[in-house]
C-alpha cells in the first residue's frame, strides 16, 4: 500500500528490506530516525515515515498537503494520547532537520520516564524531543490511526489494539511467525 500510495502522489517511493532479520528489534525501530535525517539531509523538499506495520488507504490524501504551513514536522496522537512515531511526516528545512537530529542525539540520553511511559524504543525519545523543543503539530488522527477500528482513517497502522484486525495471507503470516521466532526479544529500556 506505501508503494501505490507514492505512486500516486508522485513521490518516491524507498524501503529498506535488507536486512532481512535484525539481532535486536528495537534497531529497527529506531532505523527510522536516522532515515528522516539522511532524507532531510538529502534535499527532499517533504519526507514521509510510514511504519511497515500501517496500512496507506486508496484515499489517503497527498502528505506534502497535511502539515499546517507553519508547522515543519507533524506526527498524530497515538491511543497514549501522546506523539507516535508510526507516522512522521516534514517539510523540509533547518527546522524538521533540527529535529530530527535531536531525536538521533538523543539515542545515548536518559529519557525521562514521563516521556518513555510504557512505550518502546524511539517513540518515548520522539515525545522527549517534542517536549523539549515545540513546533510539531498535531495531525488529524486519520493520518496514524492506532486505536479506533471504525475510523475513516488514511492510514491505519497496525499496532496496540488494531493489531488483532490484521490479516495477512497466509504464505506471509508463516513467514511472520518463523522470522518472529528468530528476533532477539527486547529487554527492558
Known amino acids: 500500500s506505501h508503494e501505490r500510495y507514492a505512486e500516486r502522489v508522485g513521490a518516491s517511493y524507498v524501503a529498506v528490506t535488507e536486512p532481512r532479520r535484525m ?6 525501530a529506531w532505523l527510522k530516525i536516522p532515515l528522516m535525517v539522511h532524507a532531510l539531509r538529502s534535499g527532499y523538499d517533504h519526507v514521509a515515515f510510514i511504519d511497515a506495520d500501517a496500512e496507506v488507504r486508496p484515499t489517503t490524501p497527498d502528505f506534502r498537503d497535511a502539515l499546517p504551513t507553519d508547522f515543519s514536522v507533524g506526527m498524530a496522537l497515538g491511543r497514549s494520547g501522546r506523539f507516535n512515531s508510526g507516522v512522521m511526516l516534514a517539510r523540509n528545512g533547518g527546522a524538521a532537520r ?5 531525536v538521533e542525539a538523543s539515542i545515548l540520553e536518559e529519557v525521562p520516564d514521563e516521556a518513555r511511559a510504557n512505550l518502546k524504543y524511539e517513540n518515548g525519545n520522539v515525545i522527549y524531543v517534542a517536549d523539549q523543543m515545540g513546533g510539531v503539530a498535531t495531525l488529524d488522527p486519520r493520518w496514524n490511526n492506532t486505536a479506533d477500528p471504525s475510523l475513516d482513517d488514511y492510514v491505519r497502522h ?16 508463516v513467514r511472520f511467525r ?6 532477539v526479544r527486547p529487554t527492558s529500556q
Open 23 to 28: 539481532p535486536d528489534t528495537a534497531i529497527s
Open 98 to 102: 533540527n529535529f530530527f537530529e535531536r
Open 158 to 173: 497496525y499496532t496496540g489494539p488494531l493489531r488483532s484486525t490484521y490479516r495477512r495471507n497466509l504464505v506471509d503470516e
Open 178 to 183: 518463523a522470522a518472529r521466532a528468530r528476533v
